[in-house]
């Protein structure tokens, strides 16, 4: 028995049958009613940071059930129709609060967190929900166990909100689940909480809508390259990638996985103040990691806060990385505003040449991908072994909701044994020889150039339109480029990097939140979160997004059609090309009558003469 069959040899259970009970557990489980209008008061309250909502909290001047409620009631005032959760069990969560304030009248403490609601990506086990990645086969799937951090955050009074929707397996950067009748509604497509025809990121796009709309307070994503900050980016907050094995998830065990050798979950906040906060939570404390081997040299988990005077500061400016590969036009005036004010802060930005990145990846693993077609099949299968559900990881992949995903990932079961990617030996080299030596490349820079991280773009692109992003984008010029060549979050995560992404406080021309990162090696969370806290101060504070929703009072329903056109053929799409894979459109009426009729035109991507909606109908309250 090879090593793939070990793991992936589990015993098979009738598909129909588990389709079934997964539905009806899942009614069960979101049958509540629905909380009351939106007050004054409860508008007050949701629009709290997480640090405002926590003083309340544990002065008591606001208990845990009346901070849920009012989030509850925001929810029902509209913003359900962004999709930000894939299970909510009011009852649950509303228990959860009760004894949090019952702990509180017995005089005992519920410092810190006295009650802050989290919402979690549904890729991270929660005792009493399903793990469902947003996937069919998972609808169903109860784990034993918390991850560990969701202990922790629970030993430390805080209680779950719910499962935060994604990118269906976490595979995807837009969070966009095409409508499929089998699945009866239950996995959805996440909205921009700025902009409901957007993307929302991904793929912990539900954690992102869900800060960035203020339903929840803070929320747990996961992140294999960039799953947390483009997210962070799309909607406006700020999204962590620690240090791999500070947080502990208990690998194999407690999140389903992507990428384990770069899988990290992460934290996602509306202010710099709320993430450090949260992060004090969820970090595992007094300890020094390798991410079992990921990293070369061990690094202590200590994420220490200092007053960093920006002043003298050097920040790297990676060349591929944006700066001179080229920005979209609508983005180009909020990162120029970013980077003077950070000069007249006494920031020294030092360009250089990171082509090496790329030159030392493609050498580690012979000019070709990373072992996805390795990594995932073996990963889920030896998850769900360690849960004991009955099924396999075919059984995953078949029933897989978004058709072009569930194509890539049946062949990855056959390239897993006939491929460089699939080649276990080779796997193994470049996880002992390769990985280090692009790790390695990363640190020369750092410290060639002395600087205390890199900065730069998390997108090159607005967010855009869920018709217009995959699997081509196009920029403000008129060309074309693949959607994966339109973020800045892979390299950075293959050499094991540490990244936090922040909002500028600008918004793009087409109004969209534009995010930028920094990145540091391995052990300097706390530099990172220092640094970014000392930038929060000279910049702007993002408007919130308009409330209610442009969604509401309909609902987003996603057409999924592949599309025809390939750059083989040339660097522009015929005229009755399309190049994207999704048209949206909305049942019922919407609260802005733009959205109503959007998608009404026909398919968005054909050729370069789309149908796109202004931003300020698309945001209009």
Known sequence: MTRSSAWILLVVVCWAAHIRTSLADRELLQAAAPAASLTPAQTE???????????????????????????????????????????????????????VDAKAATGASIKPLCGLPLAVKDSIDVLGYPTTASTPALLNAFPPNSAPLINMYQAANGIIMGKAALDELQD???????????????????????????????????????????????????????????????NGIYGFRPSLGCYNFSTGMGLVPAEFTRDTIGTMARTIDDLILL???????????????MISE?????????????????????????????????????????????????????????????????????????????????????????????????????????????????????????????????????????????????????????????????????????????????????????????????????????????????????????????????????????LAKAVAQVLPTLPPPASPPSCTGCAANVAYNAATFTQVKGDMPLSNETYTNFHLTFNGTCNSPALTSYGQKGVYGIGSHGFSMPASAATAG
């Open 45 to 99: 309250l949701s629009e709290l940071t997480a640090t405002e909502a926590i003083a309340l909290l544990c002065s008591r001047n606001v208990t845990a059930v009346h901070y849920v409620e009012a989030l509850f009631a925001r929810l029902d005032a509209g913003w359900s129709c962004i999709n930000s959760f894939q299970t909510l069990n009011r009852s649950m969560v509303l228990a959860d609060a009760a004894a």
């Open 172 to 234: 995807g950067g837009n969070s966009v689940n095409p409508t499929n009748q089998y699945t009866d509604g239950l996995i959805t497509t996440m909205l921009n909480a700025y902009n409901q025809t957007r993307i929302a990121g991904g793929s912990s796009g539900g954690s992102g809508n869900a800060v960035g709309g203020r339903i929840a307070p803070v929320a747990l994503c996961e992140d294999t390259g960039g799953s947390c900050r483009m997210p962070a980016s799309a």
């Open 279 to 293: 992060d004090s939570v969820v970090r595992q404390p007094d300890m020094t990691t390798t991410a079992h081997g």
């Open 298 to 530: 061990a690094v202590t988990c200590d994420a220490v806060i200092s007053n960093i005077s920006l002043n003298g500061t050097r920040i790297g400016l990676p060349s591929t990385f944006g700066w001179e590969t080229g920005l979209s036009g609508e983005i180009q005036a909020a990162v120029n505003a970013t980077m003077e004010a950070l000069t007249a802060a006494g920031v020294v930005f030092v360009p250089f040449d990171s082509g090496s990145f790329t030159e030392v990846a493609n050498i580690a693993w012979d000019g070709g991908p990373e072992s996805d077609n390795y990594m995932e099949p073996e990963a889920i299968a030896r998850y769900l072994w360690l849960h004991n559900y009955n099924m396999t990881v075919t059984d995953v992949f078949e029933n897989i909701n978004r058709p072009d995903l569930r194509t890539s990932m049946m062949a990855s079961l056959t390239l897993n044994s006939t491929t460089l990617a699939g080649n276990f030996d080779a796997w193994v080299n470049f996880l002992q020889y390769g990985r280090p030596a692009i790790g390695a490349q990363w640190a020369l820079k750092y410290k060639a150039y002395n600087v205390s991280a890199f900065l730069y773009p998390v997108f090159a692109i607005s967010p855009r339109e869920i018709d217009g992003y995959n699997p081509y984008v196009q920029f403000e010029n008129g060309t074309f480029i693949a959607a994966q060549a339109a973020k800045f979050c892979s390299q950075d995560a293959q050499a094991t990097q540490t990244v936090l992404a922040f909002p500028s406080g600008h918004l793009s021309t087409d109004g969209l939140p534009v995010g930028m990162q920094f990145s540091g090696p391995p052990g300097a969370d706390g530099t990172l979160l220092s």
